[in-house]
């Protein structure tokens, strides 16, 4: 019984590290498929979160491991983003599955974020596909940065509205003081009256 246990403890572990080895290829004969040369993708960071939305989510772990990981992707190389892509995808998973914010955990925000995590697995899928191209990737890489901005937008956008709301609110308990008005004395003009030629 000993030798059987310890036997099927060896071939289990050899079909794990097998299984990681077969993923570890795929992405490498994807990367060698691509032709890299020194340039790099390079965009502009999108919208960021505004002073009070970041002290709001500061406490959301997951949002803020994405947000941290997002920066590589501003400026990075065909096989990097491809390398980082399933990291990425997961990260987008945790954060859209543990929303931390209630004021978030609106249908729009999370469509958002839906659509987000859509475009990562997209390029996650990329890494195990030997035909495609440095400019398919870029492209990725651009679409996801772009709804990252827009996910930022969103949020930012919810917070700006609570903001106005709240400037705009009166507090019906306290009176309102009212100076009194100093009116002008109005002067009525008397209109004159015109001559015409059957005065005349």
Known sequence: MKYLIGFLI?????NTSC???KTTKNVNEVIDSIKIDSSRIVNTIGETLIPKAKK?????KEYQNLDEF???????STMEALVYSKELSDLVKLMKDTIRVDKLNTLNVIARFNVLHNEALRLADMAKIPSITEEEVNEEVGK???LYASVNSKINTIYKAEDLQNSL???IETPIELE???????????PTRVSSKKDN
């Open 169 to 171: 609110e009166i507090d």
């Open 70 to 76: 997002m920066l590589k992707y501003y400026n990075i």
């Open 10 to 14: 060896i071939i289990l572990s050899l």
């Open 19 to 21: 299984n990681k080895n």
């Open 144 to 146: 996801i940065l772009n």
């Open 180 to 190: 009194p008005e100093h009116r002008k004395p109005t002067i009525r003009k008397i």
């Open 56 to 60: 709001e989510l500061a406490n959301w």
